[in-house]
């Protein structure tokens, strides 16, 4: 007996109205994709732009957003590739009238495990940074107080004493290899010959490394170097650190642009102490 054949039954008009609403969802799904990573990739930039615009110092670099952004055009492309692909062979199977018509679920469960990691990466992104954009903010806006009284010199306030300041930022630059040459006791010195003065201690630190790079530019920046961070109690009790703007010293020296790292180091070593 002849085995039964298999009756194909032409597909029908909306069974390919159906396959082309599902083909302009895919379209639409990698076309979203690109338009986003479009966004992602150029917000780096920016925030670059929007730093200089606003004359700020030091500009952090985003330049993982630009893979973030460039991995999903790329899948916004693979997308669409796909789905255009999937639906000429779905369509060449209606055309034959094959009753069992390919269909997978590959590229929606590739797409979904591909923006997981993709959100998962930019979130560990985000917090990694967070601290170090914490303490940016916080430089920023001491140099836009130091800008503004025109004093040249940055008051820090600390939640310690003059002298857990001192040892805190002493241990700060052991820690970091920094030499100490000098540590200035005004106050000490005053009660020797009989005068009262608050708590107010000088220490004077720095690297021959990274100032002899700045003298050799700027001869005139030896008056001010090494570095110095002024330790002192005001009238209230309140204790500061309080140290030359680099802004400051980069004009009056006319140091270049390269070299200011070299002295920045004073801000992260007050903010730390004052911690």
Not at 16 to 35: D, F, V
Not at 167 to 189: P, R, T, Y
């Amino acid at each position: 007996m002849d085995a039964p054949t298999e009756v194909r039954q032409p597909a029908e008009l909306r069974d390919y109205l159906a396959a082309e609403r599902t083909l302009l969802a895919w379209i639409r799904t990698g076309l979203a994709l690109m338009g986003f990573g479009f966004v992602v990739a150029r917000f780096g930039l920016f925030l670059q732009q929007l730093q200089i615009a606003q004359q700020a110092p030091t500009a952090q670099h985003y330049g993982l957003s630009l893979w973030f952004g460039t991995a999903l055009i790329g899948a916004g492309v693979a997308v669409n590739l796909f789905s255009g692909w999937h639906h000429l062979q779905l369509t060449r199977s209606m055309d034959l009238g094959h009753t069992k018509r390919p269909h997978s679920i590959t590229l929606a469960v590739a797409v979904a495990l591909f923006l997981a990691l993709v959100g998962l990466a930019m979130a560990t992104y985000l917090v990694s940074v967070r601290g170090t954009t914490t303490i940016q903010s916080e430089i920023n806006e001491e140099r836009l107080m130091t800008t503004l009284t025109s004093k040249g010199i940055i008051d820090k306030p600390s939640k310690h004493s003059v002298d857990e300041t001192v040892e805190k930022l002493k241990n700060i630059l052991q820690s970091k290899e920094v030499a100490l040459f000098s540590l200035i006791d005004h106050s000490g010195e005053a009660e020797k010959v009989g005068m009262k003065m608050r708590p107010t201690k000088l220490l004077i630190f720095g690297s021959p490394k990274a100032g002899t790079p700045l003298m050799l530019a700027a001869p005139s920046t030896a008056i001010d170097l090494p570095l110095k961070i002024l330790v002192w109690e005001d009238g209230a009790g309140k204790v500061w650190l309080s140290y030359n703007s680099p802004e400051y010293l980069k004009e009056r020296h006319g140091l270049p642009q390269g070299l200011l790292q070299n002295i920045r180091v004073v801000e992260m070593l007050a903010t730390k102490a004052g911690e």
